[in-house]
């Protein structure tokens, strides 16, 4: 059976002042149906862009250079590539196949609106449906996020609402037609952190509920831990390792996954000590980079890592781009 969604060779490229920036270059992965894809990296990596793409809400100065975004929609499989990025295919797909939670509702959400109009027009958008049954149906999806008095949220205008609650309100909008596959772009972090727990919760709880797949995107190892099956870890517009999730934590490959690792404050549990940054900054996209883009920060950096990039290799399940693992030698890691 093919995935639900493959991504093949997506690149993604924006026009700036200092050039051509490759914001996703050449990005591969697949996501199956009823699994939940994890994408981490540090900012800038090329997380949201990708996501975007998948939607088609690339604008200019940016545009897709190439590749293939393989979804297997309602009625058949389609490259969205191809298709016109406003036609009618693609709207239909936008919210009704493929929903997407933004990392800030309020750019989301539009605010002329009461949440309640939102989420009923989107219901009637997409599955036809007389209002009075949209509006049943929206309350009952509020009430199922934990919105409290949904009958009365369901009149306020976004602004009126406070940002674990205007979450919860995207997470309803997003949820409501069902869509098959829900790409979550740091859903919780502009919140404080005991409703980022709560949301996070919320979300594990729909996933019980929702056959569908997401695609969960966020910098926080220690989120993907509790959310993800599978892991891609992003650096500068690539893929660099890909695993199952219990594999990446017990035996990562790449040095710079071992240093997310290292780094991550919700891993080293009360041992702040413990936390080692990763040195050096990320290189910006519009520079041209020879061989592997993180040798300039890698501790175990080789001659040919500065000529030639390594491809992302190793077995079905557990890859990385690195060649210290090209010769598939099974290294130990004392994981933190
Ligand atoms: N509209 C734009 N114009 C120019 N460059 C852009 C634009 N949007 C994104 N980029 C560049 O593309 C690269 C990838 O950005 P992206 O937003 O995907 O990063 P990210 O991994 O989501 O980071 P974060 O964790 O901060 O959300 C960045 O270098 C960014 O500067
Ligand atoms: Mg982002």
Redesign the pocket.
Known sequence: MSPLLEVRGLRVN?L?DRGI?R?VDGVSFSIESGRTLGVV??????????SRAILRLVDP??WIESGEILFAGRERREDLVKLPANGRRMRAIRGGEIAMIF?EPMTALNPVFTIGDQTVEALRLHRSMPAAEARERAVAAFASVGIPAPEQRFREYPHQLSGGMRQRAMIAMAMICNPQLLIAD?PTTALDVTIQAQVLDLMNEMRQQFDGSILF?T?DLGVIAGMADDVIV?YR?KVVESAPVRDLFRQPRHPYTRGLLRSAPSLVKGNREKLEAIEGTVP??TEHIRGCAFAPRCAHVMPRCRETVPALAGGEQHRAACFLHHDETEEMYDAV
Not at 41 to 50: A, D, L, Q, R
């Open positions: 924006f700036t920036a914001a990296g540090e900012s800038g990596c090329g997380k949201s862009v990708t100065p940016g990392q740091e995107i910098h992003m517009g910006q996209p």
